[in-house]
């Protein structure tokens, strides 16, 4: 079964990038390349550092109901280990990184996932509200390309929503207990000495799935989730400049959102899957020659990597843990404690 898997990673990389190089001269992406003022990608790579620390702040603040005051150096950490491991077969980083931080600061692991959960799906919602604003502002593009994405975006927002209305009516106490009463008759097929656990551990993660926080906190939550997607932008859109690519802040994000929801595919450090969509929204939406759209791409996926390498490895370093060990607590993802 995992060789079927990594086959068809393969199989799936290879046909992406078969699409990004197509019709490329690499002698053209090279030149294009080298003729790019060194200060682009380095406010670029500054840029890739600032959002790590905004999305451990924000990490922060959806732990706070679990687990007050976690220095935001500790976030930071953990948060850099994440990607890291993101890059690597499996994509594991983000189960880890939930696993981690819950053992070094003593709360609950279902909870640690839990986070996780809710952070991304925070990260969908606000990723969908920018992109369908920006598409309003956005003026003199009729690309078939952005109506149908359009479309779809209209189509899952609802969608999110109606998760975070359901993991908050989950909770409320009369439905809770149903809820877990469901949980204990199915957990019957589970053998006795791990049954308990895979109930506590499944029952602590439904409660984490809501958030609860006052006023003041769901305010900087919302601007928190705000900062990781918009603050971000404007380094894209820099490093587009030293390209001589020729679009406003506006078209900027929207690419970005293109660029975001592409990589969701699960390939290892995001190989072709990036690649291919943002090769797709610069030359099909905004008409980009694909020399220029691939050595652009390339330059900003690299810097990508470079900086989680980096980040990882530090982080990594600092809490006295390896490469070897992290792969072996991703696995507990399917731990029960």
């Given at each position: 079964m995992k060789i079927i898997k990594f086959v068809s990673i393969l199989l799936l990389i290879a046909l992406l990038l078969f699409f990004f190089f197509k019709n490329v001269n690499i002698g053209d992406v090279m030149k294009i390349t080298s003729q790019v003022p060194v200060w682009y990608p380095l406010a670029f790579i500054a840029g890739l550092f600032l959002q790590f620390f905004l999305r451990s702040y924000r990490w922060g603040i959806i732990l706070k109901p679990h687990k007050e005051n976690i220095p935001i150096t500790t976030l930071y950490k953990y948060t850099a280990i994440g990607f890291f491991l993101n890059i690597l077969p499996g994509r594991v980083g983000e189960a880890a990184r939930g696993i981690l931080l819950a053992r070094s600061q003593n709360f609950k692991k279902s909870l640690g996932l839990a986070s996780v959960v809710l952070e991304r799906l925070i990260d969908s919602l606000t990723l969908l509200v920018v992109f369908l604003l920006s598409l309003a502002m956005m003026k003199g593009n009729a690309s078939p390309v952005l109506a149908r994405m359009k479309q779809v975006a209209l189509y899952l927002l609802p969608f999110i929503v109606l998760l975070f209305v359901l993991f908050y009516f989950m909770n409320s106490s009369r439905v809770f207990e149903y809820v877990?009463?469901?949980?204990?008759?199915?957990?019957?097929?589970?053998?006795?000495?791990?049954?308990?656990?895979?109930?506590?551990?499944?029952?602590?993660?439904?409660?984490?799935?809501?958030?609860?926080?006052?006023?003041?906190?769901?305010?900087?939550?919302?601007?928190?989730?705000?900062?990781?997607?918009?603050?971000?932008?404007?380094?894209?859109?820099?490093?587009?400049?030293?390209?001589?690519?020729?679009?406003?802040?506006?078209?900027?994000?929207?690419?970005?959102?293109?660029?975001?929801?592409?990589?969701?595919?699960?390939?290892?450090?995001?190989?072709?899957?990036?690649?291919?969509?943002?090769?797709?929204?610069?030359?099909?939406?905004?008409?980009?020659?694909?020399?220029?759209?691939?050595?652009?791409?390339?330059?900003f996926h690299f810097s990508l990597i470079l900086v989680t390498v980096v980040a990882g490895l530090w982080a990594v370093s600092l809490e006295g843990l390896s490469v070897k060990s992290l792969k072996k607590i991703s696995e507990e993802k399917n731990e029960m404690s």
């Open positions: 877990a009463r469901v949980i204990r008759f199915f957990s019957r097929v589970i053998p006795v000495r791990y049954r308990e656990g895979v109930v506590e551990f499944t029952l602590n993660f439904l409660k984490g799935l809501k958030l609860e926080l006052d006023v003041v906190d769901y305010v900087k939550l919302i601007v928190a989730s705000l900062a990781v997607w918009l603050v971000v932008v404007p380094f894209y859109w820099i490093l587009m400049k030293g390209f001589g690519i020729p679009l406003g802040l506006v078209e900027a994000t929207i690419y970005f959102g293109i660029v975001a929801a592409s990589a969701a595919i699960p390939t290892p450090g995001m190989a072709g899957s990036l690649d291919a969509g943002s090769k797709l929204a610069l030359t099909q939406i905004f008409n980009v020659p694909a020399a220029t759209a691939v050595a652009y791409t390339l330059l």
